[in-house]
């Protein structure tokens, strides 16, 4: 009986650290997947539908922002204001659907920038091969927000958001724009 409890315990035990250590090994396939150039690996870790709602919303947000400061706050205020949100969907929803791709998702974390738009910094192409290489490896922080969420954060202080999609699995499912953005 003893035995019993003691493969429980330590089979409990192997399921949980395995269960905790999940998003380390989502984050290193995800960061191969990108190395090897592999779009049909990086699109099965991404749920497109909820990365673009998560992106057009930021960017809604932000252009809400400055509309409502030109108008004074209300769109009742700036009868074009409402007009001016229309055009400007009309706009962004092409520019997202077109920029959240496998794509695009790879060069974000092949550059360590967060973000839609934004051109990556370009190497440094005066050095020679003896020198120090001209692009290192990005550097993500990564922490739970929750049971079923966590967040890699990069150095520009955006973050992919993964939510639980199993287990052990994850999908990558928005991203909070850097500051700036």
Known sequence: MNRIRTLAAA??????????????W??????????????????AQV??????ASV??????????????AAGGRDGANPFAAFGRKMAMAVVDPLVDAAVSPEGVATMVEHGRIGIGRPAP???????SD???????????LAYRGLNSFA???RDGGSFIFRRDG????KLAGIDLARGQ
């Open 122 to 128: 370009a190497a440094d192409t005066s050095d020679t």
């Open 152 to 154: 890699v954060t990069a």
């Open 47 to 52: 749920d497109f539908p909820a990365l673009r």
């Open 167 to 170: 287990l052990w699995t994850w």
């Open 11 to 24: 089979t409990l035990l192997a399921i949980a650290a395995t269960s905790a250590a999940s998003p380390w």
């Open 131 to 141: 020198s120090a290489p001209a692009r290192d490896k990005p550097r993500y922080a």
């Open 26 to 43: 989502t984050l290193h396939r995800l960061q191969a997947a990108v190395a090897r150039h592999d779009a049909d690996a990086v699109a």
């Open 56 to 69: 057009k919303e930021q960017a809604f947000a932000a252009m809400g922002g400055k509309a409502g400061e």
